[in-house]
């Protein structure tokens, strides 16, 4: 068939924020580009013509500190002083900033300031269940600050995520003073269709206000969806460079480029300067994508039912398989919905997507629904993490909260403001600047191994691998007794709720109770360099995972146990960190604390003899 060359009528122009620098690597490299990587190509970057460049927010401020060892307010300002003509634009989690729990309003007002200060221009402030009261401090302080606050409608389908119900949350942040609005399709599930339909209603009720559209490419829809969105009146969507693109991530700007002046819009970019761009990523590609990454399905059609975003079903798929269980991933996907459902059906964006994707593995792996409950779901169906969409059962709700009390105010109104207490807890002598106490507030430990990094002598820190993921590989694991049938059962389901509960601040601890070991291990086993000078003489309690090992639950604060304490059964005696949550260590049964056998802030494994104890 012979192409239609006909010329499109001339259609407004359509402007495109690209996320190569921030979502895009996040999706798919797992947030791996340094400051380097980033300044080598800004200029081109931010000469291409784009809307404007996401460079900040998500996980890229805590891998900053925690991997690549760079401060990420430096990155900032780096990026900041490259790209003058392109305005900056970060993702911010509303009260929870860039964490996983809710921050004290002071915290949310000074993060936003120094951030503005530093010259981030554009806000986009999302909450994972819509709820306004996590967005009103951290929109207001953008405001204050001068800043571009763009709401966010986080997207779901469900019987209560009515087109009706996202025009209402619209009109509520529109008059909380925002500037503009994004859908933001975190698991690709929006068709051209309902985006028609939303999109539609939206600039019917809200004439005035900016439209942009997020989605990621993991159904393979976003890039018709986008085009639909565009023809239903969206003046902004979000692309990747294309080596950047697809998979979990955003679809290809080239791509969307092209899409879109075949129907007649405007994009203002250059292809040639694309190409450009896209050959540095390309080449880039060969060192900085992570190995565990370069096998993924170009397509996950199951998205469209179970709607769990990219990152969380190659998680679950990850550690379903390394506890021998990954014949149970269709009982796991199948379980999904119920306990989105059961919970209220929250957006699955973090936390909520970690808080029901470990739900329903437990509910799975347990054998019987919910006889197991994590202390993140007790606290998300107390109203902690803010208004479920739909309510929780009366009879569930009782049974999932445990000992809590259900809240009904703001999450936030309960926090004390933490600025000056967390000032106090640092070493003078390590804070360079004030965005140093925010680092700390929203990240304790790993802001504080970050100072006490970069203090050293530049010849005497530890070098940072070029695969990260050598970084972060266990060592040799420390020989432990081996632990009966129900021992192993239950440190492998810790095990697995830590892993896929790794972005979640709160404790999971009721669920990674460990069991204690008769035997102790072996005098000939490794031991760290301020250990104990002997082995344990008796039972011990050894770490169910891989992590890192503290006796206290922050910097500055007192230590959990001490030796000789005599400790309740249920007490928690100590905690291991596995992917940025603090687990706390249980006590089986009532026990005396003889000794502590590992180093405070020291990494253990899984089966390592963490404390000896003399059982009452």
């Known amino acids: 068939m012979k192409q239609d060359s006909t010329k499109k009528t001339a259609r407004p122009r359509i402007r495109i924020t690209d996320t190569t620098l921030r979502d895009a690597h996040q999706s798919l490299w797992a947030t791996r580009l340094r400051t380097d990587d980033i300044l080598a190509i800004a200029?081109?970057?931010?000469?291409?013509?784009?809307?404007?460049?996401?460079?900040?927010?998500?996980?890229?401020?805590?891998?900053?500190?925690?991997?690549?060892?760079?401060?990420?307010?430096?990155?900032?300002?780096?990026?900041?002083?490259?790209?003058?003509?392109?305005?900056?634009?970060?993702?911010?989690?509303?009260?929870?900033?860039?964490?996983?729990?809710?921050?004290?309003?002071?915290?949310?007002?000074?993060?936003?300031?120094?951030?503005?200060?530093?010259?981030?221009?554009?806000?986009?402030?999302?909450?994972?269940?819509?709820?306004?009261?996590?967005?009103?401090?951290?929109?207001?302080?953008?405001?204050?600050?001068?800043?571009?606050?763009?709401?966010?409608?986080?997207?779901?389908?469900?019987?209560?995520?009515?087109?009706?119900?996202?025009?209402?949350?619209?009109?509520?942040?529109?008059?909380?003073?925002?500037?503009?609005?994004?859908?933001?399709?975190?698991?690709?599930?929006?068709?051209?269709?309902?985006?028609?339909?939303?999109?539609?209603?939206?600039?019917?009720?809200?004439?005035?206000?900016?439209?942009?559209?997020?989605?990621?490419?993991?159904?393979?829809?976003?890039?018709?969806?986008?085009?639909?969105?565009?023809?239903?009146?969206?003046?902004?969507?979000?692309?990747?460079?294309?080596?950047?693109?697809?998979?979990?991530?955003?679809?290809?700007?080239?791509?969307?480029?092209?899409?879109?002046?075949?129907?007649?819009?405007?994009?203002?970019?250059?292809?040639?300067?694309?190409?450009?761009?896209?050959?540095?990523?390309?080449?880039?590609?060969?060192?900085?994508?992570?190995?565990?990454?370069?096998?993924?399905?170009?397509?996950?059609?199951?998205?469209?039912?179970?709607?769990?975003?990219?990152?969380?079903?190659?998680?679950?798929?990850?550690?379903?398989?390394?506890?021998?269980?990954?014949?149970?991933?269709?009982?796991?996907?199948?379980?999904?919905?119920?306990?989105?459902?059961?919970?209220?059906?929250?957006?699955?964006?973090?936390?909520?997507?970690?808080?029901?994707?470990?739900?329903?593995?437990?509910?799975?792996?347990?054998?019987?629904?919910?006889?197991?409950?994590?202390?993140?779901?007790?606290?998300?169906?107390?109203?902690?993490?803010?208004?479920?969409?739909?309510?929780?059962?009366?009879?569930?709700q009782k049974k999932l909260m445990g000992d809590l009390k259900p809240i009904t105010c703001r999450p936030a109104d309960l926090l004390k403001p933490g600025l000056a207490a967390a000032a106090a807890e640092i070493p003078s002598k390590l804070i360079q600047k004030e965005e140093d106490i925010l680092s700390y507030c929203l990240f304790p430990e790993v802001a504080l191994g970050y100072f006490k990094w970069r203090a050293q002598p530049a010849d005497q820190r530890d070098p940072i691998p070029a695969d990260l993921e050598q970084q972060t590989a266990p060592e040799a694991a420390v020989p432990a007794p081996e632990p009966n049938a129900e021992e192993r059962r239950l440190a492998d389901i810790g095990a697995l709720v830590v892993e896929l509960f790794g972005k979640i601040g709160v404790s999971a601890g009721s669920v990674a109770t460990v069991k204690r070991a008769e035997t102790p291990a072996p005098a000939s086993a490794p031991v760290e360099e301020k250990k104990a000078d002997t082995a344990p003489t008796g039972p011990t309690i050894n770490a169910p995972f891989n992590g890192t090992f503290y006796r206290s639950d922050g910097p500055g604060k007192p230590q959990i146990a001490k030796e000789g304490d005599q400790i309740a059964k249920g007490a928690p005696l100590c905690i291991v960190e596995a992917m940025k949550m603090f687990n706390p260590i249980h006590a089986d049964k009532a026990l005396t604390v003889v000794k502590f056998l590992v180093e405070h802030g020291s990494v253990v494994q899984k089966g390592q003899p963490l404390v000896e104890v003399q059982y009452v």
């Open 43 to 396: 200029e081109k970057i931010d000469n291409a013509g784009y809307y404007s460049l996401e460079c900040w927010g998500g996980a890229t401020f805590d891998v900053c500190m925690r991997f690549l060892r760079e401060n990420p307010w430096e990155r900032l300002r780096q990026i900041k002083a490259v790209c003058k003509k392109t305005p900056l634009q970060m993702l911010l989690r509303g009260q929870n900033i860039l964490g996983y729990k809710h921050y004290p309003d002071d915290v949310v007002e000074r993060f936003v300031a120094l951030a503005c200060e530093n010259g981030m221009d554009i806000f986009r402030v999302f909450d994972a269940l819509n709820d306004p009261r996590n967005l009103e401090k951290a929109i207001a302080s953008v405001k204050k600050y001068g800043g571009h606050a763009q709401g966010t409608i986080s997207y779901t389908t469900s019987p209560v995520h009515t087109v009706a119900a996202y025009v209402k949350l619209a009109k509520e942040q529109v008059a909380m003073g925002i500037d503009s609005l994004a859908i933001k399709d975190m698991a690709g599930i929006l068709t051209p269709g309902a985006a028609r339909e939303l999109i539609s209603a939206l600039v019917k009720e809200l004439p005035d206000m900016p439209i942009q559209v997020h989605s990621h490419m993991t159904s393979g829809m976003a890039a018709a969806m986008y085009l639909a969105a565009v023809e239903s009146g969206a003046g902004c969507v979000d692309c990747a460079i294309s080596t950047m693109s697809s998979f979990s991530s955003q679809p290809p700007c080239e791509s969307i480029v092209t899409i879109l002046e075949s129907e007649g819009y405007d994009t203002g970019l250059d292809q040639e300067k694309l190409a450009e761009i896209n050959a540095y990523f390309r080449e880039l590609k060969k060192t900085r994508q992570p190995l565990s990454t370069q096998k993924v399905e170009p397509v996950d059609a199951g998205v469209l039912v179970h709607a769990i975003p990219g990152g969380m079903i190659s998680n679950l798929r990850s550690q379903l398989a390394q506890q021998d269980a990954l014949d149970r991933l269709p009982e796991v996907l199948a379980e999904l919905p119920k306990t989105r459902a059961d919970m209220g059906y929250p957006p699955l964006v973090t936390p909520t997507s970690q808080i029901v994707g470990v739900q329903s593995v437990l509910n799975v792996l347990s054998g019987k629904r919910y006889s197991m409950v994590t202390d993140e779901t007790k606290h998300y169906a107390a109203g902690y993490y803010g208004r479920t969409p739909a309510p929780i059962e009366k009879k569930l």
